[in-house]
T-cell receptor
Framework: GEDVEQSLFLSVREGDSSVINCTYT??????LYWYKQEPGAGLQLLTY?????DMKQDQRLTVLLNKKDKHLSLRIADTQTGDSAIYFC???????????FGTGTRLQVTL | DGGITQSPKYLFRKEGQNVTLSCEQN?????MYWYRQDPGQGLRLIYY???????QKGDIAEGYSVSREKKESFPLTVTSAQKNPTAFYLC???????????????FGPGTRLTVL
């Protein structure tokens, strides 16, 4: 079955790097996604990685995928106060259009 | 502007009443989804539809109903059978069932439902 887990909370200082972790159980995942949710709003896609990749970099964001351990991480370099939000990882398996979301990690950025 | 809209933003309901949440998209997407968000539980899938006139139950469909009569619209009815309906409801859409496509889900701004 599908299960995606994340730690609930992370606090970092402005300017430091943030690393948000995610574990999933379904080895047939094809795409893995990171979404950001600001307070009282919907989710926005930040980045995604295809399952045959192990790293993807996009400006301040770096996604690492360890398929053997079913572990996904999102690194945000030079974290800013505007990065404070809830971050969700999600997996898509096979050709299905639906996603399974993690529990979300609330990132708090302090001055 | 293309996008996905939900209305109303806030909704209050008395116990025992059915209520319908609206979701409209003009992205020409085939697939649409309804999620429920509760604190500390992430997003849970209620129903989804991959094409007009077809929909499937998600993980927590009990007490909810949907229809998909038009490509643009996917309304969700929260019935009196839903025991704990107070939550934040999110609608999303995506291209759909094309293999090899990223299939990003685009989200609406959400509706916060409170049962009094």
């Amino acid at each position: 079955g599908e299960d995606v887990e994340q730690s609930l909370f992370l606090s970092v200082r402005e300017g430091d790097s943030s690393v948000i972790n995610c574990t999933y159980t379904d080895s047939s995942s094809t795409y893995l996604y990171w979404y950001k949710q600001e307070p009282g709003a919907g989710l926005q896609l930040l980045t995604y990685i295809f399952s045959n990749m192990d790293m993807k970099q996009d400006q301040r964001l770096t996604v690492l995928l360890n398929k053997k351990d079913k572990h996904l991480s999102l690194r945000i370099a030079d974290t800013q106060t505007g990065d404070s939000a809830i971050y969700f990882c999600a997996e898509r398996t096979g050709t299905a259009s639906k996603l399974t979301f993690g529990t979300g990690t609330r990132l708090q950025v302090t001055l | 502007d293309g996008g996905i809209t939900q209305s109303p933003k806030y909704l209050f309901r008395k116990e025992g009443q059915n209520v319908t949440l609206s979701c409209e998209q003009n992205l020409n997407h085939d697939a649409m989804y309804w999620y429920r968000q509760d604190p500390g539980q992430g997003l849970r899938l209620i129903y989804y539809s991959q094409i007009v006139n077809d929909f499937q139950k998600g993980d927590i469909a009990e007490g909810y109903s949907v229809s998909r009569e038009k490509k643009e619209s996917f309304p969700l009815t929260v019935t009196s059978a839903q025991k704990n309906p107070t939550a934040f409801y999110l609608c999303a859409s995506s291209i759909g069932l094309l293999a090899g496509v990223v299939n990003e889900q685009f989200f609406g701004p959400g509706t916060r439902l409170t049962v009094l």
